[in-house]
């Protein structure tokens, strides 16, 4: 059948099971706004481009699917180039659709005219320019394909204004994708898993790093069955949260510049790393010359240009999580690896009582820690969802909230990206909207994404947004502290009234400025049927420990100083 | 990071690297790109056609001592534009550059430039009094041979292609064929492999295969 090309672009995302859009209008998408209204798609319409970026990507985390950004040519694209790099980073799905002037118009610097495929090369697991309607269809259905298989993230596609309004034939089951270089998936040989189990099986002091593959991969079954069966313990990365319940006894919780010395100390020391979907960030590794010294590496990842990228492996196996880990877990020999995993428990008790802060007592101003402890205990037995912002909550959250379940943090982590939390959240809400969505976010990250509360009223999600405002962009002011001699450049910083500001945008607004208060407050948000905006007034100068500064082994980290006095292990 | 050879701890000789392409606006550019953003340290690339119009064909140098060369396969092959990428190193391989270098001559040299360029099967494509164009194609190191005697007369601009490889023997690089999904697989090299593996130091290398 014919169809335009805008119709070409709204029926692949109906093929695609795509009922949501989060998008922005502008002169160059114009014609795809207008089929918009024929088809039963869900347009979120952001209050700037880059929150509809952000938000496709936490719909995409929050359900497993695609997320989808539509926005016009020029400022409206380049808007979206801060929420790609982050899905580009973090492995997201997301179809990027942008307008792009009239293809006899494209190089002559037209109004509203971006070279976008060009500025978002580098952002883009792929991106195309389509200058002909013949094209288009092929090109949406690669999009989709390439967004979402082999280790995902976005892709962009360019749709010229005028192939949006010109028709061609149209037959969706018919088109027969031909991508000769695309090789998302690859088989693994029993080979590299029998070696990969050699390894495991004769190592003393094993450690599974586990990351944002595993709960990619659905891998989490996988995994915990190979922990438990070598009594392996598992560090995981920030985006690995989730990949294990973090009460399970294995689960080490988050390694890295901000892990729990124990987690640290342990990779320290380990002799076999498993490494498992993740890929060595610097902010995992601490000086890569002093790093895990004495351990073989494995690693499994599905991307084969992060084997031996940071870390050189001494067996690299390219292959899908899943898959990998069900092969190993048979030539797996049960162990109990007492010994290992009482070591880790010395050190896991020095931790408790140095680095860990009282969530019990606290006095006046709450510190960040007691509200998120308090957000834990509220809703553990419901079915919650975390999404942070950036900074130091955002460590604090990875800390002190305990995650169950796979995909129930969101946050900006190879990026991080401060503003995602609030746009990430209302793709999150959409995606699972009987979910409990909290976003955690800093009063520097809550100001960057300010706008789309008017977004949250206007699609009616009880997103319950917990602000945590200590007067200071905390983590640069933490940095300045600790390595810049507490000179603070530019860390102050005001907010408005926020419950004025809740007033203004219509939604309930609440503060907690005293510890005592804090818990009657979550409980007050949480009987409110629709949006909250709590502005937790917390401790202004405080830091998170532990910390591995930069450039130094993971291991040599600033502990929390007068620790003991103040802990009491909980 | 310099990477040193583990048995003569020095500098890692070139890899040279064989990257069929699909024929599309922009692949060059997305090669580039790659390059640039990961900091890999390229000696030469060329690209040009073959006997397929889909597809283009580059090869590419790279210099092993800050870049590993495995890395830049990896990275190369992840391209959706990039077919098939093939490091031919290690393999027996025809390796040709092409110079064009323009010399000055008088009537004393003239001569004696000619028969210097005839031990090297040179030829003078282009000769006015002052100067002649000389045309030499063959390994880099006898261009470099070449060049190094021209000087001393005065060499007044040069042009080199970079080089370009092929596998000798009857096997052929063209790339794999979409599966039923669409999506490129490796060739059918040996039983059970894909046709790529991971060597001793855990970095993704080609097998040798035919």
């Not at chain 1, 319950?464 to 102050?492: C, D, F, P, T």
């Not at chain 2, 990257?19 to 790109?33: I, M, Q, W």
């Not at chain 2, 550059?97 to 004393?108: E, F, G, N, S, T």
């Not at chain 2, 490796?186 to 593996?197: I, R, T």
């Amino acid at each position: 059948m014919q169809r335009t090309g805008a119709q070409i672009i709204l029926e692949t995302l109906m093929r695609e099971g795509v009922d949501v859009v989060f998008g922005y209008p502008g002169g160059a998408i114009m014609p795809t706004y207008d089929s918009l209204l024929d088809y039963p798609v869900h347009h979120v319409l952001v209050r700037h481009e880059e929150n509809a970026a952000f938000a496709a990507d936490g719909f995409a985390r929050a359900s497993g699917k695609v997320g989808v950004c539509m926005v016009t040519s020029g400022p409206g694209a380049t808007n979206l180039v801060t929420g790609l790099a982050g899905a580009m980073m973090d492995s997201i799905p997301v179809v990027a659709i942008t307008g792009q002037v009239a293809s006899y118009l494209v190089g002559t610097d037209a109004f509203q005219e971006t070279d976008v495929t060009g500025v978002t090369l580098p952002i883009t697991k792929h991106n195309y320019l389509v200058t002909d309607v013949a094209e288009l269809p092929m090109v949406m259905k690669e999009a989709f394909h390439i967004a979402r298989s082999g280790r995902p993230g976005p892709v962009l596609v360019d749709v010229c204004k005028d192939v949006q309004s010109k028709t061609t034939e149209f037959d969706y089951d018919a088109i027969q994708l031909r991508l000769p270089g695309y090789r998302p998936h690859r088989q693994t040989y029993d080979e590299q898993i029998r070696r990969a189990a050699a390894y495991i099986n004769t190592a003393q002091r094993p450690v599974i790093l586990a990351g944002h593959g595993i709960i990619l991969a659905a891998a989490h079954d996988e995994l915990r069955a190979l922990a438990e069966r070598g009594q392996i313990p598992i560090a995981t990365t920030l985006l690995g949260i989730g990949s294990i319940s973090e009460s399970h006894p294995l689960n080490l919780r988050m390694m890295g510049m901000h892990g729990e010395a124990y987690v640290n100390e342990a990779i320290q020391n380990a002799d076999l790393l498993i490494a498992v979907g993740m890929r060595f960030d610097d902010r995992v590794t601490g000086n890569l010359a002093t790093y895990a010294k004495h351990a073989d590496v494995i690693h499994i990842d599905i991307d084969p240009a992060e084997i031996s990228k940071n870390v050189i492996a001494n067996l690299g196996i390219v292959g899908d999580a899943k898959q990998v880990m069900a092969g190993l877990l048979p030539l797996v020999e049960p162990r109990d690896r007492a010994a290992w995993l009482s070591q880790i428990e010395v050190w896991r008790a020095d931790t408790m009582t140095r680095d860990i802060l009282s969530t019990t007592a606290c006095e006046s101003a709450p510190h960040v820690p007691f509200v998120i402890d308090a957000i834990h205990r509220a809703t553990r037995g419901a079915q919650a969802l975390i999404v942070t912002d950036v900074g130091q909550h955002q460590m604090w959250e990875a800390q002190y909230y305990r995650h169950e379940r796979p995909n129930q943090l969101l946050t900006s982590g190879g990026l991080g990206a401060m503003g995602y939390g609030i746009p990430a959240a209302i793709g999150a809400q959409i995606a699972r909207r009987e979910d409990e969505v909290w976003v955690i976010v800093g009063d520097g990250g809550f100001q960057m994404a300010l706008p789309e509360l008017a977004t949250i009223m206007q699609e009616e999600l009880p997103v319950k947004i917990a602000v945590m405002r200590n007067g200071y962009l905390g983590m640069v002011r933490q940095w300045q502290e600790l390595i810049h001699s507490r000179r603070y450049s530019e860390v102050a910083i005001k907010t408005p009234d926020l419950l004025k500001l809740a007033d203004a945008y219509g939604l309930a607004g609440m503060r907690a400025t005293r510890a005592d208060e804090v818990n009657d407050l979550i409980t007050e948000a949480r009987s409110v049927p629709g949006p909250v905006l709590m502005d937790f007034v917390v401790e202004e100068e405080a830091n998170v420990y532990p910390m591995v500064a930069p450039g130094k082994a993971l291991n040599d980290m600033y502990r929390r100083p007068g620790a003991e006095r103040a802990a009491t292990g909980r | 990071m310099a990477f040193v050879d583990r048995t003569t701890q020095r500098p890692r000789a070139p890899h040279v690297l064989v990257a069929l392409v699909e024929n599309k606006p922009g692949v060059l550019t997305r090669v580039a790109s790659l390059f640039r953003r990961r900091g890999f340290n390229i000696e030469s690339l060329t690209v040009g056609h073959t006997d397929t119009p889909e597809l283009s064909r580059m090869t590419i140098v790279v210099d092993t001592s800050k870049t590993d060369a495995s890395l830049v396969q990896a990275n190369l092959f992840k391209l959706v534009n990039v077919v098939d990428v093939q490091n031919v190193t290690r393999q027996p391989a025809v390796m040709r550059d092409l110079a064009l270098i323009k010399v000055r001559i008088d009537q004393q040299t003239r001569f004696e430039i000619v028969q210097l360029m005839d031990i090297y099967r040179a030829k003078i494509v282009d000769v006015c009094p002052e100067s002649m164009i000389i045309e030499v194609t063959g390994p880099e190191a006898k261009i470099d041979s070449v060049v190094e005697m021209l000087k001393p007369y005065g060499i007044i601009e040069m042009v080199r292609t970079g080089l370009v490889a092929m596998v000798r023997g009857s096997g052929h690089f063209t790339g794999p064929t979409p599966d039923e999904n669409g999506n490129g697989h490796e060739h059918e090299v040996g039983s059970g492999s894909n046709g790529y593996h991971f060597d001793d130091d855990s970095r993704l290398v080609r097998s040798l295969g035919m």
